[in-house]
């Protein structure tokens, strides 16, 4: 069955360095994976989109790499702020072009 | 300032009531959905509509209907309302393509 696992259900770090997000999937063939943003009581927010022909994808202080032979995507936030706290979901597009949802990582930046 | 509005942001109902939960985006996006998520956990797809007068149900099962008479509007109602509805709700919009969702605000369901 298709499975979409992201890395550790927290992760604190501390202010200033580089977060490192995993997103591990298996069954899937995605044309496409995407990160979203989500503080508590309030819904996902779209940050970055990528294709399964590009390697890597750059905004801001936020990088997302895409492997597709390891089926794995890393979301990262340089730089990082206590701002950036929250939970960040990776989600992928099944069979039906309609996207499926990780059960997110919840980010503490800690200042 | 949101694209997508969600109505109520709280609702406290007692078992057996009936309850809609509404749903307008501006955006005038084909695509509208309905995800439930529990806390901590991940959004599952319920329902979800490519346009005007087109549903269909998502990967988990629900009791729960929709109707997409306008390209805004996509209510999503519960005909008797019981503890395992309480839930978080999240509306979202998206345009053809690629699927890049906007999300509402949710409404936060519990049924006592």
């Known amino acids: 069955s298709q499975k979409i696992e992201q890395n550790s259900e927290a992760l604190n770090i501390q202010e200033g360095k580089t977060a490192t997000l995993t997103c591990n999937y298996t069954?899937?063939?995605?044309?496409?994976l995407q990160w979203y943003r989500q503080d508590p009581g309030r819904g996902p927010v779209f940050l970055l989109l990528i294709r399964e022909n590009e390697k890597e994808k750059r905004k801001e202080r936020l990088k997302v790499t895409f492997d597709t032979t390891l089926k794995q995507s890393l979301f990262h936030i340089t730089a990082s702020q206590p701002a950036d706290s929250a939970t960040y979901l990776c989600?992928?597009?099944?069979?039906?072009?309609?996207?499926?949802f990780g059960s997110g990582t919840q980010l503490t930046v800690l200042p | 300032e949101a694209d997508i509005y969600q109505t109520p942001r709280y609702l406290v109902i007692g078992t057996g009531k009936k309850i809609t939960l509404e749903c307008s985006q501006t955006m005038g996006h084909d695509k509208m959905y309905w995800y439930q998520q529990d806390p901590g956990m991940e959004l599952h797809l319920i329902h979800y509509s490519y346009g005007v007068n087109s549903t269909e149900k998502g990967d988990l099962s629900s009791e729960s209907t929709v109707s997409r008479i306008r390209t805004e509007h996509f209510p999503l109602t519960l005909e008797s309302a019981r503890p395992s509805h309480t839930s978080q709700y999240l509306c979202?919009?998206?345009?053809?393509?690629?699927?890049?969702?906007?999300f509402g605000a949710g409404s936060r369901l519990t049924v006592l």
């Open positions: 989600a992928l597009a099944g069979s039906a072009r309609q996207l499926t």
């Open positions: 069954n899937y063939s995605p044309a496409y």
């Open positions: 979202a919009a998206a345009v053809s393509g690629a699927n890049v969702l906007t």
